[in-house]
């Protein structure tokens, strides 16, 4: 698999954030989530899903792993793998680009961090930028109302420039609110 075809996703300066050692997940199966819900729109022509993601949580901003990436972070990446896992892996529906947007709360639901319109397009050139790798567990409701856990590809996100690179990305999605 061609894992990396795109150098960079995009551009941005990274606000300088501490991270604290308290509450960090030893690996990729520790992130919590609580809810992952899938909805069509009333319109089904309209090529939007409707996603609902919430965590534990209270302050997403320390660390993930012990490194750069705060829980933020990787909860953006969990909803970018979700998003092409689920919905985007054809980017369009007759001619008109297919969107998921993401409504994302912490705290048990009770912060809400912003809704999030994640364009399949742009979904699918981070996944091909990053590629997938190892899978985790999800529970997730779909669209049917039928829940189940699947395992889903998380992004590849090595250390080093991927990890800086991917920081520069989750700092221009910005939310809808």
């Not at 997403?60 to 909860?75: I, K, L, N, Q």
């Not at 829940?147 to 889903?152: D, P, Q």
């Not at 991917?166 to 809808?176: I, Y």
Request: hydrophobic share 40%; proline share 3%.
């Amino acid at each position: 698999m061609l894992k990396k075809f795109a150098k960079t996703v995009v551009s941005a300066a990274i606000a300088a954030t501490s991270f604290s050692a308290i509450a960090q997940a030893a690996s990729p199966a520790d992130i919590r989530i609580n809810t992952i819900r899938l909805e069509n729109t009333l319109d089904a022509s309209a090529n939007v899903r409707l996603g609902y993601f919430e965590v534990p949580d209270r302050n997403t901003t320390v660390s993930a792993f012990g490194g750069e990436m705060r829980r933020y972070d990787v909860h953006m990446a969990r909803m970018i793998a979700l998003s092409h896992r689920f919905y985007c892996q054809q980017p369009y529906s007759a001619g008109i680009e297919k969107v998921v947007v993401w409504d994302y709360r912490a705290n048990n639901g009770r912060i809400d961090m912003g809704t999030f319109n994640m364009p399949c397009t742009l979904v699918e050139q981070v996944v091909n930028t990053y590629g997938l790798g190892g899978t985790v567990p999800m529970e997730v409701e779909l669209t049917d109302g039928s829940v189940g856990v699947f395992n889903v590809q998380t992004l590849d996100i090595e250390d080093g420039w991927e990890t800086e690179d991917f920081l520069r990305f989750v700092q221009t999605m910005k939310p809808e609110r």
